[in-house]
């Protein structure tokens, strides 16, 4: 696990770009975990970036994305497969037929059915190579929300109150995000070969010192990537200021040897 604090949301975006660019120009074909909301928005806009000025390929690539709303269609603003085609899928021509992301529209007995295919979607892929996570206020990832069991699998969750209210801004009003989800699990992610966790703010900062600080619990689901070895997480200086060993994180990032630093860092 690797704590790195850059001085602002534009240079741990850039950073993750190139750890992402880096992996692509090795392996075409890889297979990438996905998130939404507002914190990877300007990783994708760099990787649209160097698609278009530096011929980065992702036609090839396979994409699975965390989760999404059970109740919204492709086509509805909110639907994470809408944000993922408007902010990134359209404009780094990704074949959508490689673009994953679980079916919003199911219902009843199709619901666990619907999870144990997206399973073995991920499963024939050949697993996660690389994934990309945000955190919530509350630690969760995906939309394991806390008290999640650490070795879930893609399943149905019931949001939290809280997390409701955080995710209301792409809604038209706040009655109308939806209560149910689907999300890969937490041992699902914990599958990945990789993992970039990116978090920014101040609303984040206790999130974050409560997964790379305290206890691995499932009261701050993020905790468990403890348990990964190739985990990285990318934050902010409002993101790292509840942090107590931060001195120490920044210590070991300024004497990297040179051959572990990656192109783009800070
Ligand atoms: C949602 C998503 C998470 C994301 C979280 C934080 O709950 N399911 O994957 O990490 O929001 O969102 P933001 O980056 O907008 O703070």
Same mark, same amino acid.
């Given at each position: ?22 992996? *692509? ?41 965390? =989760?999404?709303?059970? +109740? ?9 497969? !809408? ?7 359209? !404009? ?29 979607? #991920?499963?024939?892929?050949?697993? #996660? ?11 969760? #990832? ?32 706040? =009655?109308?995000?939806?209560? !149910? ?13 990789? *993992? ?15 997964? *790379? ?14 348990? !990964? ?8 200086? +409002? ?28």
């Amino acid at each position: 696990m690797e704590l790195i604090i850059s001085p602002d949301p534009a240079s741990a975006s850039r950073r993750a770009a190139a750890l992402i660019a880096a992996l *692509v120009r090795e392996k075409p074909d890889a297979v990438l975990g996905l998130a939404t909301g507002s914190t990877p928005l300007r990783l994708y806009q760099e990787l649209i970036r160097m698609h278009r000025a530096e011929g980065l390929d992702f036609s090839k690539v396979r994409t699975f994305n965390l =989760d999404e709303y059970l +109740g919204l269609g492709p086509e509805h603003p909110a639907s994470y497969r !809408h944000f993922m085609r408007t902010n990134f899928f359209d !404009h780094i021509g990704v074949d959508p037929t490689q673009t994953h992301i679980p079916s919003g529209l199911v219902n009843g007995h199709v619901v666990p059915a619907e999870c144990a295919r997206y399973e073995e979607l #991920i499963r024939s892929a050949g697993g #996660i190579d690389l994934q990309i996570l945000g955190i919530g206020s509350d630690g969760h #990832i995906g939309f394991n929300e806390p008290g999640s069991s650490l070795a879930s699998r893609t399943r149905i969750k019931t949001l939290t109150k809280r997390t409701r209210e955080d995710n209301a801004r792409f809604f038209s009003s706040p =009655d109308d995000v939806p209560h !149910h989800v689907l999300t890969m699990g937490i041992g699902t992610i914990m599958e990945s070969r990789t *993992v970039l966790l990116l978090a920014f703010g101040e609303s984040k900062a206790s999130a974050i010192a409560g997964a *790379v600080e305290g206890p691995i619990t499932s009261s701050n689901p993020a905790s468990i990537l403890q348990m !990964h070895q190739e985990t990285k997480f990318l934050v902010d200086e +409002g993101a790292a200021s509840k942090l107590e060993r931060s001195d120490y994180y920044r210590w070991v990032y300024d004497n990297k040897p040179a051959w572990q630093r990656v192109e783009g860092d800070r």
